[in-house]
Nanobody, 127 residues
Framework: QVQLVESGGGSVQAGGSLRLSCTVS???????????MAWFRQVPGKDREGVAG???????TYAEPVKCRFAISQDNAKNALYLQMNSLKPEDTSMYYC??????????????????WGQGTQVTDSP
């Protein structure tokens, strides 16, 4: 059974940086064979939104609010997905989730495109 576990969240002042990690286990092959992987975020009372995604060929897509500030990457040898977040803003406060799937079933930054999810890691703005 595929499991995704996020880590790296925390409290950070505006303008600071954090690096989120997502480790994939229970998958026989390298995550290189995943069709796509992505990071989403959600605050209470709002829909989960796509933040950044990466295709099997390495191409990336970013949501407009995080362009030029966030960077998604993966390490196939470590079966890990990362999200480097720079120049953090108060509005980046959210629970962040990683997602993956073996088969492309929809747009990269759409919540309904993924069957495998982590439990989330919280990122909070520190006053």
């Amino acid at each position: 059974q595929v499991q995704l576990v996020e880590s790296g969240g925390g409290s950070v002042q505006a303008g600071g940086s954090l690096r989120l990690s997502c480790t994939v286990s229970g998958y026989t092959f390298s995550i290189h064979y995943m069709a796509y992987m992505a990071w989403f975020r959600q605050v209470p009372g709002k829909d989960r939104e796509g933040v950044a995604g990466i295709e099997q060929d390495g191409s990336t897509t970013y949501a407009e609010p995080v362009k030029c500030r966030f960077a998604i990457s993966q390490d196939n040898a470590k079966n890990a997905l990362y999200l480097q977040m720079n120049s953090l803003k108060p509005e980046d406060t959210s629970m962040y989730y990683c997602a993956a799937d073996f088969v492309r079933i929809g747009p990269l930054l759409s919540e309904t495109s993924f069957n495998y999810w982590g439990q989330g890691t919280q990122v909070t703005d520190s006053p």
